[in-house]
């Protein structure tokens, strides 16, 4: 290949690019629930925002994705203190460590449950 078609591929290559982060630009909601969105048994989309449950707690965070101590420290909670879970549609709840990235829009996420370490705690 000379240089004239691969300059020519490599274009072709970011318009598409460009167009696919265009389309998921404009296909992002303003604010997704998460819960009220897997219990319609609706697919995980991008938004800009998204409503999450936490125990009893609600809370809105404006991030695709969290670890777990970001999660836990929404409602105030530690990790060397308290567990946490996902419940995830349709397989029930699954620990979420401390340093693990959860995405909002594709570990199909319904709500979050925090378990104390220390049974006089919470």
Partial sequence: MTDTEDERREIAELKHDAA???????????LIDLEEQAKAGQKPKKAKKYRLRIDKEKKVVEVHQMTGTQILALVNKAPDK???????????????APDQVVVFHVDHVERFQTLALDPSEG
């Fill in 20 to 30: 696919e982060l265009e389309r998921d630009i404009e296909e992002l909601e303003e």
């Fill in 82 to 96: 308290y567990l946490l879970s996902m419940k995830v549609h349709g397989a029930g709840f699954q620990p979420v």
